[in-house]
């Protein structure tokens, strides 16, 4: 009654189709023949408006109703409302949806490593670059298990150095990152945490700069060029000077 909004009086001997808009009162009149019909229970999650227009969730379980002489009389219905879990549900599903296209589709390499520094996630640019092709010829592995010694070391201190301290590392520049030599990646990295705050990993991000670092250092060499050039080109005219102004 008060989920209708209706007092008990105005409910019996009303149909679905008093209170309910038509497509869903047909529906639950459909549900409700199947149960008359088979006689078997029927169980689902079903959506409907309440009487101020919000939507909710409803765990609906339909079952015959029989008389004292075993006569089928009706049918009977229990509801449960279950609007907050299908919510939360909804909105975790958007989450891994997000999620999922963001490791799928972004250009950067992007990981996840457990305490252990074991790889639990990898973004499939990540996986290309590292010379895979499924994501799982790389999970549970280590830096030890797919970079150089050198760099395996380099990249387990830096990582193991977040998840103790519980801080990130923002943006910093970094040559050869990811095993891959000659580029330049902006590199990211922040802890994960539970919801006792307890550190339970890390993220890390690798966006390629390569092309725009090759132009910082080519503008750089232009630029020394230049002011080598303007030197000599300086150093060339005091001498010219010079002699110029000196007797014979």
Excluded at 101 to 112: E, G, N, T, V, W
Aim: proline share 3%; charged share 30%; with cysteine.
């Amino acid at each position: 009654c008060r989920t209708l909004g209706r007092d008990l009086r105005e409910i019996v001997d009303s149909t679905d189709y008093d209170f309910f808009p038509k497509a869903l009162a047909e529906k639950y009149v459909r549900d409700d023949r199947q149960v008359l019909t088979t006689l078997q229970p029927l169980e689902a999650t079903e959506v409907y408006q309440d009487s101020s227009g919000d939507r909710l969730y409803v765990h609906v379980i339909k079952s015959p109703l029989y008389a004292a002489n075993g006569d089928v009389i009706g049918i009977q219905g229990i509801f449960h409302d279950v609007t907050k879990q299908k919510k939360t549900e909804e909105a975790l599903a958007f989450e891994r949806d997000l999620h999922q296209a963001l490791m799928a589709s972004s250009p950067d390499r992007i990981y996840y490593k457990n305490v252990d520094l074991k790889y639990i996630k990898l973004s499939r640019a990540f996986v290309r670059d590292l010379g895979y092709q499924y994501q799982e010829q790389a999970l549970g592995k280590t830096d030890y298990d797919i970079f150089p010694k050198d760099k395996a070391e380099e990249y387990q201190k830096e990582d193991l150095k977040i998840i103790n301290s519980g801080r990130p590392l923002i943006n910093k520049e970094e040559k050869g990152s990811g095993g891959r030599r000659d580029n330049w990646a902006l590199v990211t990295k922040f802890p994960i945490f539970n919801a006792k705050g307890e550190t339970t990993g890390m993220v890390g991000i690798l966006r390629d700069i390569s092309r725009l670092k090759g132009a910082e250092i080519a503008l750089e060499r232009a630029r020394d060029d230049a002011l080598e050039s303007a030197r000599v080109k300086a150093e060339f005219l005091a001498n010219v000077s010079h002699e110029i102004r000196t007797p014979m």
